[in-house]
T-cell receptor
Framework: GAVVSQHPSWVICKSGTSVKIECRSL??????MFWYRQFPKQSLMLMAT?????????EQGVEKDKFLINHASLTLSTLTVTSAHPEDSSFYIC????????????FGPGTRLTVL | GQQLNQSPQSMFIQEGEDVSMNCTSS?????WLWYKQDPGEGPVLLIA???AGELTSNGRLTAQFGITRKDSFLNISASIPSDVGIYFC???????????WGAGTKLIIKP
């Protein structure tokens, strides 16, 4: 199946700093990627849809200036959490639709962000 | 937002038992996806269903796409310890290809 990677797998940062998370499709091109946030014991919550070469589409209640998304190539999307605060601590997961014709969505392994 | 109705919320079973969980919706979907998520990991696709009535197996896992296109079930036969985790159903909305999710079924195997 298609492979999606994320980096880093976990990060600890100080409050007020910015953190960048990368999402890559390793063996296919992804014009659209999705960023999710997951709190403990809850389902995934969609934050935004990342579109290659254009602005991301954010879900209601998600601050676009807080969570900057850049989809600069067909295999890479980045999520930058700016001026992170402890309440931003969470598990962030990206996904992408698989190669054309597969009609399934593949997920990265997730990034655990802890803001001190 | 819109969500699929997934049940049960959790299951406590003995190793070797069969497991069954399901998802329902008031809307019709053209695709049903079943994922498993282990702690600290992203969801991993188990089975994808594309056709009403379709019955698909993946090892000990079997899933079916309901005839009405409003439901799907996942069965696990002869459960083993590594089956522990949270199972999610999901389906893409045709309008924007975003996935909507069930709340998950947490599977716990009693020693």
């Amino acid at each position: 199946g298609a492979v999606v990677s994320q980096h880093p797998s976990w990060v600890i940062c100080k409050s007020g700093t910015s953190v960048k998370i990368e999402c890559r499709s390793l063996d296919f091109q992804a014009t659209t990627m999705f960023w999710y946030r997951q709190f403990p014991k809850q389902s995934l919550m969609l934050m935004a849809t990342s579109n290659e070469g254009s602005k991301a589409t954010y879900e209601q209640g998600v601050e676009k200036d807080k969570f900057l998304i850049n989809h600069a190539s067909l295999t890479l999307s980045t999520l930058t959490v700016t001026s992170a605060h402890p309440e931003d601590s969470s598990f962030y997961i990206c996904s992408a639709w698989g190669p054309q014709g597969t009609d399934t969505q593949y997920f990265g392994p997730g990034t655990r962000l802890t803001v001190l | 937002g819109q969500q699929l109705n997934q049940s049960p919320q959790s299951m406590f079973i003995q190793e070797g038992e069969d497991v069954s969980m399901n998802c329902t919706s008031s809307s019709i979907f053209n695709t049903w996806l079943w994922y498993k998520q282990d702690p600290g990991e992203g969801p991993v696709l188990l089975i994808a269903l594309y056709k009403a009535g379709e019955l698909t197996s993946n090892g000990r896992l079997t899933a079916q796409f309901g005839i009405t296109r409003k439901d799907s079930f996942l069965n696990i036969s002869a459960s083993i310890p590594s089956d522990v985790g949270i199972y999610f159903c999901a389906s893409p909305m045709d309008s924007n290809y975003q996935l909507i999710w069930g709340a998950g079924t947490k599977l716990i195997i009693k020693p």
